[in-house]
Every structure is written in C-alpha cells, then in structure tokens.
C-alpha cells in the first residue's frame, strides 16, 4: 500500500478542514496566521529532519511511500507538517470555541512546567549522546520556558487540550511505527533514542509532538497579539 502515508496525512487533515467553514468555528480566519506559523515551524522541524534522515537517525519505508523526494524526504514527510499542525491547532482553538474556561490554574501550570523542564534536562544529561533525545527534549525545554515566561494562558489551555490530541495521535503515529500493518512506515535508529516506546511510538514521539504544536500555537498568538496591536488606535 505505498500511499498509505498519503492516506494518513489527507485522513488528519480532511474533517478539520472541512469544518474550519462551520458558521461557528470560523477556523478559515485564522488562515493568515497558522499558515505563517506553519511556514516557520517547518523552518526548525525540517531541516532537522533531513540531518536525521541523511545520517540514519530514522528513516522510511518505500513500501508506503509514493516514491517522490525532496531532499531525502519523501513528499508525504513534507505534508506531514502541514496535515498535522493544522488537524492539532484546529482542535486546539475547537475546545477553547466549546470550553471557554479551559485552561489549568497559574499556579499548576507553572509547577508542571518546572517539573517537564526537569525531567527532560535530567533525561538528556544521562542520555546526551543520543541524537533523538537530545534534540527533542531540547526543543521542548526552550519552549515551554519561552511559553511560561511569555504566554502562561497558551501553556495553561495546551496542557489539556494536548491530552485530547494524545487520542489521534496514538492512532496516526501508532500506525506509523508499525502499529495494526506488516511493517512500519517510519523507522527509528534505537540507538539514538532512549528505545521506550509506547506501545510502537518511541516515547519521545510524543514530546517531539508536542514541541511541534506548541511551537505552532505559540507563534499563531504572537502573530494575533501583533496584529491586534497594529489594529489599535495610537
């Protein structure tokens, strides 16, 4: 089934989008800004990923791939930053229309983002050898610091609204790490991660997502927060 890839990025994207017209939602006109905000994160996230590729960190399986690539990634990679980020951010702002009150307490928001930070600088200083964890809970440190010191509502929303992602995403990237087919789609070199997976998923997949959203979410705010400010009378 080489477009099995495809069919798991265009099923990510498919429902959300179709409903960013509802009448409600009004999800199209945050348009502008996701799409600069994707632009941006592809900026971090790919470049990363064709190092990775290239040095056999991970890698893909053909047999689940239309066979088109750019830059040792193969087309579906690409899309993968569109579909997703777009499928999570449209859940994100989903809940917050439905939950307007959705969010955890400053005071909770701040203690687990100190205990996330110190339980990933504890994970790379004994795991700093390993490429995958290095790299990714690095990312994830910078960001929930920045989003802390900077959006501490952002962070207070996206700590429940990422445990309603954990659903899809145990299913998509399930299926890409070899869950419910013959073989994986996406394989990983143990020996640069910490080789504890979830089920199929490396666990720091799972950071790695989160990483990847919340850079998203953070610069879409950044983006509104600007153009409000512009919009308002001097």
Known sequence: MNYLYLLLNLGSISIPFLFSFHPKLKFYKLWRSLLKSMFISMLVFIPWDIVFTANGFWGFNSAYLLGFELFYLPVEEWLFFICIPYACVFTHYALLYYFPNLGLPDNYTKM????????????IVYNYNKWYTLINFTLAIILIYITLKTQLKLLSQFYITFLVMLIPFFIVN??????????EVVWYNNAENLNIRLFTIP???AVYAFSLILLNLFLMVSFQRSQKTSQSPH
């Open 203 to 205: 666990v720091e997949d």
């Open 112 to 123: 687990i983002a100190y205990i996330l930070v110190f339980l990933f600088t504890i994970v």
């Open 174 to 183: 399930g299926i890409l790490t070899g869950s419910y087919i013959q073989d």
